[in-house]
């Protein structure tokens, strides 16, 4: 029987490995390729997209093999690399270490992980050997597989099927399946050893692995482990990851048009202010002013004297010894501190180690039954440096005395005369982030074979456990110093229980954050919160065929499959106690879920050697769900793969899916934090945008936002939204939230011209989710309710309140997850692979390609965003390989591109505008990103159990898109999307070393 086994095995790895990188299954009767004509001839194997045993290129679902080889042949050393740029993740934004450590994301910082189509990480099922992996991560929103649990060292090749699955490997698997496939079959070692080196230095990635594996008589055993190290990528080791400008144009040309720091003589930076002080009050006829410290000692030469006039003196005073006003005139602006040293020491792409063993083996009990398991232990240890702006309100005279003369700060009860309010904003280097995530799972099971049945039963445990560690900043000890008008000494902060102190804000030491340790012990703190998620199943099946039919047997596949999560988020005590200055607070986020199933799938062939049928098959499935929170449903797939003839096949396949909401999206416990106005409100702004022609007075925005009937009695015209911010508290929809429903249907072509080597490959997906779970966003909350047709009356308006008292600001908005209208993505996927031999050597090319027709997503009250073309959502993605094999050399070329986006419409659809004022001066915003690729070339020898593998990535050193920061996110004036995340290394260089024995 293990023989059996070794040679399926064997088998399925000869059919794959013929198979370049992002090239599906093409089914085909005959294959062109005599190799391919051999794997065809192997039946009973097991592929990517049913349970019933079925040679792999003649399933009628759409399959995508990346293999490893082609991974080292492109300079990639992470499984999350390899995944998220193939054509079916690239046209959509992916969740990887950079922008875990940008974003809140689910799963948390350092994490990384996959999302098909964009529909989301909770709609793609991972599997390990073709079984479901549980989720990783830390902080309340885990439910996804961190791909950083298995190494692509241990990883043979990945299969992703490109539709819907739920009706045969249950919930989740809305998108489609990830099926990461381990390296089996071994029988002696491998030892290896990677170094990927930017040319620029900084982002150095390092791989060290061994494995081993012996094959008995009764059985075999694989051993392998693995160290992986991400050196940290810090914003100053790019010049372009760095000081973001404001990158405007003159109008109608790419002529720079960016107000110019005299200092430097370069656009002037525009990242967080630092060592100022602003002060607001009459004395500045309602603006403020901005108080500078010269740290060089020679602003006094860029910045201009006080105006002697003694009416326009009155109303700028003089600023205190070594402080510059620098925000009444053009050149003052010009020379603000916005890029602080911490800036450049900020982690982009943030260091990770990760530490993995993984086992597993199989043992022949007798009677055609065998044992088997698999055990992976995994830990990734994430470090992210960062920095942030801080800032508090006083009424203290201190400072303003200093210049005013004593007394001038006035009573702050019955009312100040002179300046009103003072606030400083120092920089601090205190806002690191650790996590260390320890990740378990072990997998035992029987499975056998009796007459041409096979069978398995297993049962799978895994476990993460992860801990992480914020730098926070006290709001008790922030708040002690608010407002102030005396010394707080010898009281105790509410909260944190410290004994307070005096701080001057006002300080340049402390502005520029050089703070003492006194203060530093006194205003900071460290904390660590913890995420248990443990997943538990049992599964079992029983696969063959029934009877045959005229055309061939009756294949049948029945099993259950009864499951249970639990997840247990304790944040840390600070953020328990909301007492995090600028960051959300959070309680304990505790729940779990059964979920019970049984499926059935059938695989009828209809039709055998008729003209124009020379096979005709039909796949059924079905599957039975129950879950203790969300109910019970019902899903099914129904597939068709007629061969016209050897040179010709269509497929089609159509289903549903059930996805019952996600631990954190039932029991998130509910989190505050606060944001800027300006930040979520549409309706500021609205004469001065009617005045400059960037909205109408009749639009819909317009007469909403001022309606009277509108929340908190309608804005004002001229409302600015001012310095407030709002309250936004998430949390999880438990006994609101019904499971999502969707559809997916995939028609294809496929093509093997006889004697040409050539196979090409058109499938059309078209995938509709309906009651999906997600949470809008504080902004879209507000957009979607100023935007309905049922305005004021459309339910979304009461997720938010405005306060007439405070001229109508937001004061708080409750953006829970709930279930909102549908989401569509809709595209065609071209694959093409060409093999040639020549006497020089045999030449493969191979292509993809994924055109996105439709990528939409609509409210409750049915107000829709179309991401399609967006920054982030390219209409187009693609790659381009060509690898040239002469004995034991092989040469390879690749291209990947990502077609351009351009989010311009999408701006001035919302109310925005594509030209910024500065200075008085009209300039033009860049919010698209042009067409961008990126090439890579490698040689590899492999001979006498040596492999030597080198090249360079991203050989012509091209840079991410730029974008004005107004418009577009950016990491300096490069565009954060994860589609640019591996172009912020640079060039760089690869090198792989490999002995087996």
Request: hydrophobic share 35%.
């Given at each position: 029987?293990?023989?059996?086994?070794?040679?399926?095995?064997?088998?399925?790895?000869?059919?794959?490995?013929?198979?370049?990188?992002?090239?599906?299954?093409?089914?085909?009767?005959?294959?062109?390729?005599?190799?391919?004509?051999?794997?065809?001839?192997?039946?009973?194997?097991?592929?990517?997209?049913?349970?019933?045993?079925?040679?792999?290129?003649?399933?009628?679902?759409?399959?995508?093999?990346?293999?490893?080889?082609?991974?080292?042949?492109?300079?990639?050393?992470?499984?999350?690399?390899?995944?998220?740029?193939?054509?079916?993740?690239?046209?959509?934004?992916?969740?990887?270490?950079?922008?875990?450590?940008?974003?809140?994301?689910?799963?948390?910082?350092?994490?990384?992980?996959?999302?098909?189509?964009?529909?989301?990480?909770?709609?793609?099922?991972?599997?390990?050997?073709?079984?479901?992996?549980?989720?990783?991560?830390?902080?309340?929103?885990?439910?996804?597989?961190?791909?950083?649990?298995?190494?692509?060292?241990?990883?043979?090749r990945i299969d992703v099927l490109k539709d819907g699955a739920s009706s045969i490997y249950g919930s989740d698997a809305v998108a489609g399946v990830v099926n990461l496939i381990t390296e089996r079959g071994r029988d002696g070692g491998e030892m290896s050893v990677f170094a990927s080196l930017p040319v620029e230095g900084g982002g150095e990635q390092y791989n060290i692995n061994g494995a081993f594996g012996r094959t008995f008589d009764r059985g075999y055993i694989n051993i392998s482990a693995d160290y992986y190290l991400q050196e940290t990528l810090r914003a100053g080791d790019r010049d372009y990851l760095n000081c973001r400008n404001q990158y405007v144009f003159e109008p109608g040309t790419r002529t720079r048009a960016d107000r110019i720091d005299p200092r430097t003589g370069e656009p002037q930076c525009t990242?967080?202010?630092?060592?100022?002080?602003?002060?607001?009050?009459?004395?500045?006829?309602?603006?403020?002013?901005?108080?500078?410290?010269?740290?060089?000692?020679?602003?006094g030469q860029y910045i201009p004297a006080r105006p002697t006039n003694p009416a326009v003196a009155a109303t700028y005073p003089n600023a205190p010894a070594g402080f510059y006003l620098v925000n009444y005139d053009t050149p003052s602006r010009a020379v603000t501190n916005n890029l602080s040293p911490f800036a450049l020491e900020e982690s982009i792409v943030p260091e990770i180690e990760r530490y993995t063993v993984f086992v597993d083996g199989a043992y022949e009990l007798g009677n055609g039954v065998e044992a088997y398991a698999e055990l992976l232990l995994n830990r990734r240890e994430s470090r992210t440096?960062?920095?942030?702006?801080?800032?508090?309100?006083?009424?203290?005279?201190?400072?303003?005395?200093?210049?005013?003369?004593?007394?001038?700060?006035?009573?702050?009860?019955?009312?100040?005369?002179?300046?009103?309010?003072?606030?400083?904003?120092?920089?601090?280097?205190?806002?690191?982030?650790?996590?260390?995530?320890?990740?378990?799972?072990?997998?035992?099971?029987?499975?056998?074979?009796?007459?041409?049945?096979?069978?398995?039963?297993?049962?799978?445990?895994?476990?993460?456990?992860?801990?992480?560690?914020?730098?926070?900043?006290l709001q008790d000890a922030v708040d002690s110093t608010s407002f102030k008008t005396s010394s707080c000494v010898g009281t105790n902060l509410p909260v944190s229980g410290r004994p307070c102190i005096d701080v001057d804000f006002t300080d340049p030491q402390f502005l520029a954050g050089n703070l003492t340790p006194e203060e530093r012990a006194f205003l900071f703190d460290t904390e660590t919160g913890n995420t248990l998620y443990e997943q538990t199943?049992?599964?079992?099946?029983?696969?063959?065929?029934?009877?045959?039919?005229?055309?061939?047997?009756?294949g049948v596949a029945v099993g259950f499959h009864l499951r249970r999560d639990e997840i247990r988020d304790v944040p840390g005590e600070v953020t328990?106690?909301?007492?995090?200055?600028?960051?959300?607070?959070?309680?304990?986020?505790?729940?779990?879920?059964?979920?019970?199933?049984?499926?059935?799938?059938?695989?009828?062939?209809?039709?055998?050697?008729?003209?124009?049928?020379?096979?005709?098959?039909?796949?059924?499935?079905?599957?039975?769900?129950?879950t203790k929170t969300s109910g019970d449903a019902t899903t099914y797939k129904v597939g068709l793969n007629w061969a016209l003839t050897d040179s010709v096949?269509?497929?089609?396949?159509?289903?549903?899916?059930?996805?019952?909401?996600?631990?954190?999206?039932?029991?998130?416990?509910?989190?505050?934090?606060?944001?800027?106005?300006?930040?979520?409100?549409?309706?500021?702004?609205?004469?001065?945008?009617?005045?400059?022609?960037?909205?109408?007075?009749?639009s819909q925005l317009y007469q909403n936002c001022t309606n009277p009937a509108g929340p908190g009695g309608g804005v004002a015209g001229d409302f600015t939204g001012g310095v407030s911010s709002a309250e936004v508290v998430t949390g999880g929809g438990l006994g609101v939230l019904e499971p999502e429903t969707s559809t997916a249907t995939v028609l294809g072509v496929i093509l093997t011209p006889t004697n040409s080597n050539l196979s090409l490959a058109i499938d059309y997906f078209d995938i509709k989710i309906e009651d999906q779970v997600d949470v809008l966003g504080a902004g879209g909350i507000l957009q979607a309710c100023y935007l309905s047709d049922n305005f004021p009356n459309d339910p979304i308006c009461d997720q938010f309140d405005r306060d007439p008292a405070l001229d109508g600001s937001i004061t708080q908005v409750r953006d829970s997850y709930l279930n909102i209208a549908e989401q569509n993505n809709r595209g065609l996927d071209f694959t093409a692979r060409w093999y040639h031999d020549f006497s020089f050597g045999t030449l493969t090319i191979d292509s993809q390609t994924t055109w996105t027709l439709e990528n939409n997503q609509a409210t409750f009250a049915d107000f829709g965003d179309d991401f399609l073309g967006e920054i982030g959502y390219p209409e187009l993605v693609g790659n381009f390989n060509v690898s040239l094999n002469r004995g034991p050399w092989t040469a390879f070329w690749g291209l990947d591109w990502i077609g351009n986006?351009?989010?311009?419409?999408?701006?001035?659809?919302?109310?925005?505008?594509?030209?910024?004022?500065?200075?008085?001066?009209?300039?033009?915003?860049?919010?698209?990103?042009?067409?961008?690729?990126?090439?890579?070339?490698?040689?590899t020898y492999d001979a006498e159990g040596w492999t030597v593998s080198g090249g360079v990535a991203n050989v012509f050193d091209e840079l991410p898109p730029a974008a004005s920061a107004v418009a577009v996110g950016t990491q300096g004036n490069s565009i954060l999307a994860s589609q640019y995340t591996e172009a912020y290394y640079g060039r760089r260089a690869f090198l792989r070393l490999s002995k087996s024995f």
């Open positions: 029987m293990r023989r059996n086994l070794l040679l399926r095995g064997t088998a399925l790895s000869a059919a794959t490995s013929m198979l370049m990188i992002a090239v599906p299954a093409l089914a085909q009767d005959q294959a062109a390729d005599p190799r391919e004509q051999e794997a065809t001839e192997v039946e009973e194997i097991v592929v990517t997209g049913s349970r019933i045993p079925r040679n792999e290129f003649t399933s009628a679902d759409p399959i995508q093999v990346l293999t490893a080889e082609r991974a080292e042949q492109r300079g990639l050393s992470d499984t999350a690399q390899l995944l998220q740029s193939s054509t079916i993740a690239a046209g959509s934004p992916q969740v990887n270490a950079t922008i875990s450590s940008a974003f809140v994301t689910d799963g948390g910082p350092g994490s990384s992980t996959i999302s098909l189509r964009g529909l989301g990480a909770n709609r793609t099922l991972v599997l390990l050997n073709g079984r479901r992996a549980g989720p990783a991560g830390t902080r309340g929103g885990v439910s996804a597989f961190d791909l950083n649990v298995i190494p692509q060292s241990s990883i043979n990242d967080l202010a630092w060592g100022q002080v602003y002060v607001y009050g009459p004395d500045f006829s309602g603006r403020a002013g901005r108080f500078q410290f010269d740290y060089d000692g020679d602003l440096d960062s920095y942030r702006q801080f800032w508090n309100y006083t009424y203290t005279a201190d400072f303003l005395d200093f210049y005013y003369g004593p007394g001038a700060g006035g009573d702050p009860v019955t009312g100040f005369t002179g300046l009103n309010l003072l606030s400083a904003t120092p920089i601090t280097d205190h806002f690191d982030a650790e996590q260390i995530v320890d990740y378990g799972r072990v997998v035992a099971g029987l499975r056998g074979n009796f007459g041409n049945w096979s069978w398995d039963v297993f049962a799978q445990y895994s476990r993460s456990d992860g801990d992480y560690t914020s730098d926070v900043i199943y049992v599964e079992g099946s029983i696969a063959g065929s029934v009877f045959d039919l005229p055309a061939g047997p009756l328990l106690a909301d007492n995090s200055w600028g960051l959300s607070g959070a309680g304990i986020t505790e729940g779990s879920e059964e979920t019970n199933e049984a499926y059935l799938e059938l695989a009828v062939p209809l039709l055998r050697d008729l003209p124009f049928v020379q096979e005709l098959d039909l796949s059924l499935s079905g599957r039975y769900t129950d096949r269509f497929r089609a396949t159509h289903g549903t899916s059930f996805r019952a909401p996600a631990l954190f999206e039932l029991y998130l416990a509910d989190q505050t934090s606060f944001i800027g106005q300006r930040n979520i409100d549409p309706c500021l702004n609205l004469d001065q945008r009617v005045a400059d022609g960037s909205l109408e007075q009749q986006q351009d989010d311009r419409y999408e701006r001035v659809t919302n109310g925005g505008s594509l030209f910024q004022t500065i200075d008085g001066r009209r300039t033009e915003i860049k919010a698209e990103a042009e067409f961008t690729s990126f090439h890579s070339l490698s040689l």
